[in-house]
């Protein structure tokens, strides 16, 4: 196993998310396999039944296309709450205090409509 945080001279470690250079390497390697092979699996693909290249485009569908995930309307809310204090924690104080006065203006105006 590696070392471990700060022993390496970075006390922060490897950003989270980040791959690692073996990672990196493999993910290069594929593309390139790939990339130069592309002709002879497009004729290998057509030599396919139907219901197997279907099956294999499936399969490699999942590589171009992300996945939905669903999300519950109270974690969307929430998430978009997180957002918003990130923002408004970063944002100046005359910023804040013109967004509050918008919001204070457009409540106003939006019970006058519903009188």
Not at 30 to 49: C, G, P
Not at 70 to 76: N, R, T, W
């Amino acid at each position: 196993m590696g070392l471990k945080k700060g022993q390496t001279g970075n006390p922060n470690g490897r950003p989270r998310g980040s791959p690692n250079k073996t990672t990196s390497n493999i993910r290069k390697f594929v593309e390139a396999l790939v990339r130069d092979n592309l002709f002879s699996m497009k004729k290998d693909l057509k030599k396919v039944s139907p219901k197997d290249r279907l099956m294999i485009l499936e399969k490699l569908m999942q590589y171009t296309i992300p996945k939905q995930q669903q999300i519950s309307v109270e974690a969307q809310i929430q998430a978009e709450y997180a957002a918003l204090e990130l923002l408004l924690s970063n944002a100046p104080d005359e910023a804040i205090e013109a967004i509050t006065e918008r919001i204070v203006k457009l409540n106003q105006l939006n019970k006058q409509e519903n009188e």
